[in-house]
């Protein structure tokens, strides 16, 4: 395959994606969305909390690592959309890249991207800072905020995620 038609094929597909509007990440902007992601934060907390055996710093912990591998997988790590409306115009891109149709700095993206520093503040906090807590929920929480940058949009690393060419 040529440069020339790789590029054809990312143009019909750009075009294809802003014909409709996209189901599978519409529902980010919604109401209640940005508060549905605090209660399921206070519900992992909850779960955790409830444990026996659990100290509340270690809950804390859990719930960083929890949400924040829970996040990056449902922004990161899946592609395509589950419905079959969009004709195969978001298959290889991930919910990240489909949110408010890849513009960067939305305010939804904002608050997304907020959300993890906010969570691990407070884990860190609660913990009292000690260094294995702290540095485990900031290594996850980095990982999951350089998903996020910019600089990382359509960006695969070791070939994950990447688009299956199926024309020869």
């Given amino acids: 395959m040529t440069l020339a038609s790789m590029y054809k094929l990312d143009y019909i597909q750009m075009c ?6 996209n189901l599978n990440s519409s529902w980010v902007n919604d109401k209640g969305a940005w508060m549905t992601n605090v209660i399921i934060i206070f519900l992992i907390k909850f779960f955790y909390g409830i444990i026996p055996g659990i100290s509340q710093e270690l809950s804390w912990t859990l719930t960083t ?13 899946v592609t395509g959309v589950p419905f079959e409306f969009s004709q195969g115009a978001y298959d290889g891109i991930t919910l990240w890249e489909q949110i408010d149709g890849g513009v ?11 959300v993890p520093i906010v969570l691990f503040f407070v884990s860190s906090h609660y913990t009292n800072y000690a260094p294995a807590s702290f540095f485990l929920s900031l290594i996850v929480t980095i990982i999951s905020l350089i998903a996020k940058l910019p600089l990382m949009h359509q960006v695969r690393l070791f070939d994950i995620n990447q688009k299956i060419d199926t024309e020869l």
Avoid: E, P, W
């Fill in 16 to 21: 294809d994606q802003h014909a409709q509007t």
């Fill in 104 to 114: 960067q700095f939305t305010a939804t993206r904002k608050y997304l991207t907020t």
């Fill in 65 to 77: 690592l929890t949400y924040n591998v829970g996040s990056y997988i449902m922004f990161h790590v």
